[in-house]
């Protein structure tokens, strides 16, 4: 939670990490859709790759961002609309923080 992204840097991340579910599900079979797939994690990933405009039914950052911080029942609204079933508000603003195009 140190770092900050660029859509690039995002990116590269989520494929980063795209990888080393695929060597834990050569390993145990659907690992990555477990626990040891790291769920939180998943949906930060996802959370920080959205793109800078809205499109194919995902917001954009900077929307995503706005309404994360407005208030505690639109942050809700938001993890819902995203489908994410672990990751808390509170949680999602610390990662949206953390893309630097979200608050441009």
Known sequence: MR???TTIGAAQFYHDLMALWEVI???IPNGSSSA???PKLREAAQLLNLPNSARDGLPSVSSAYNRV???NAEAKKVIDELGFSILTF???RLVLQRRVEASD
């Open 69 to 71: 911080f407005s208030d």
């Open 3 to 5: 770092e900050r992204f």
């Open 90 to 92: 509170i949680e999602a």
């Open 36 to 38: 040891l797939g790291m």
């Open 25 to 27: 599900d050569d390993y």
